[in-house]
T-cell receptor, first 114, second 113 residues
Framework: DGGITQSPKYLFRKEGQNVTLSCEQN?????MYWYRQDPGQGLRLIYY???????QKGDIAEGYSVSREKKESFPLTVTSAQKNPTAFYLC?????????????FGPGTRLTVT | AQSVSQHNHHVILSEAASLELGCNYS??????LFWYVQYPGQHLQLLLK????DPLVKGIKGFEAEFIKSKFSFNLRKPSVQWSDTAEYFC???????????WGLGTSLAVNP
């Protein structure tokens, strides 16, 4: 089955630690995205990548980093500089980065930092 | 700045009631419009989309939306909701040559059996 996988589903970390969230897609999509979803705040774009070895900051990139070494993979690192990291993180992909393309979403990772 | 407003944050309906969720955007040029749905415990998925042509678009599960350019609106409708429509609904807009989607804050719909 084609789709997007995110792991793990739940992640717990101590404050001050960096943590990496995994996102893999087998849809052969060029574009990938990371969103953060908080209750009542909709989806906020963290980073997106139009193609391998390229990525752009979204609206709330501070405290996060990404890499895109392979077409299939777009891991997100939540660094200790992110002031409020506890959230639900969604990864998505689309055929290309034009905003007219449907985005396909993974199941999400719920990160709790204490 | 471009923005998307969803006027109803929480909606509670009984089964068979009609549904209309509001979505307005702020951009005067060409737009591509989307409604996504997130059922409890499931992935966010596309409900319907508008790019051009007939402003009344039909999506999955009996949903439809109407693009009214003069009102900058793209409201979602369903004539008769079911308990299984309980979900969170998001309106999203792609404006101009922007490579990103602008998302509304979402509307939580609860349908009582």
């Amino acid at each position: 089955d084609g789709g997007i996988t995110q792991s793990p589903k739940y992640l717990f970390r101590k404050e001050g630690q960096n943590v990496t969230l995994s996102c893999e897609q087998n849809l052969n999509h060029d574009a990938m995205y990371w969103y953060r979803q908080d209750p009542g705040q909709g989806l906020r774009l963290i980073y997106y990548s139009q193609i391998v070895n390229d990525f752009q900051k979204g609206d709330i990139a501070e405290g996060y980093s990404v890499s895109r070494e392979k077409k299939e993979s777009f891991p997100l690192t939540v660094t200790s500089a992110q002031k409020n990291p506890t959230a639900f993180y969604l990864c998505a992909s689309s055929i290309s980065a034009g905003g007219y393309h449907e985005q396909y979403f993974g199941p999400g990772t719920r990160l709790t930092v204490t | 700045a471009q923005s998307v407003s969803q006027h109803n944050h929480h909606v509670i309906l009984s089964e068979a009631a009609s549904l209309e969720l509001g979505c307005n955007y702020s951009y005067g040029g060409t737009v591509n419009l989307f409604w996504y749905v997130q059922y409890p415990g499931q992935h966010l998925q596309l409900l319907l989309k508008y790019f051009s042509g007939d402003p009344l678009v039909k999506g999955i599960k009996g949903f439809e939306a109407e693009f009214i350019k003069s009102k900058f609106s793209f409201n979602l409708r369903k004539p008769s909701v079911q308990w299984s429509d309980t979900a969170e609904y998001f309106c999203a807009v792609n404006a101009g040559n922007n490579r990103k989607l602008i998302w509304g804050l979402g509307t939580s719909l609860a349908v009582n059996p």
